[in-house]
């Protein structure tokens, strides 16, 4: 039986951890229920003087407002990404420092207008690249920047 008491001590200390934090936190609970459509993951070209020398294979995130329909919203996933596509190939987001990642500010600048324009631009609040991973990371030219 004595061998029981440590195993219950810690099975207890499990269920009354999270309640215990909640209280030295001040007791309250915030459910955030955050919305948000996750587009597919894409692969972006790099490119630098008219060629293409990589392409940066990216996860990305709308993110929606509360008050945005996001069953409705995740039907036009496809619509979002291929703006998104179509946007990074008419003007590359090349990083003129890195030829391994992405212009984020101007990516999440120009998915916001197209998103906005496909459904509405009170349904986003904004843009979250989750990941970005180049497809090479060696043997590119210096970058001019």
């Known amino acids: 039986m004595r061998s029981l008491t440590p195993i219950l001590m810690s099975a207890m200390l499990c269920f009354l951890a999270p309640g215990l934090a909640l209280a030295a936190a001040g007791g309250e609970k915030k459910e955030v229920t955050a919305q948000y459509v996750d587009l597919a993951p894409v692969a972006l070209p790099v490119i630098v003087r008219g060629r293409v020398i990589n392409y940066i294979f990216l996860k990305v995130r709308l993110d929606l407002a509360s008050s945005a329909d996001s069953t409705k919203l995740r039907t036009r996933e496809p619509y ?27 990516l999440k600048s120009v998915l916001l207008k197209e998103a906005g324009a496909i459904a509405g631009p009170r349904n986003f609040i904004g843009v979250t690249i989750e990941s970005q991973t180049p497809k090479q990371r060696s043997n590119l030219p210096k970058p001019q920047g």
Request: hydrophobic share 35%; no cysteine.
């Open 80 to 106: 979002f990404r291929d703006a998104l596509i179509r946007a990074a190939h008419r003007t590359p987001f090349t990083d003129p420092k890195s030829y391994v990642r992405i212009d984020e500010a101007r």
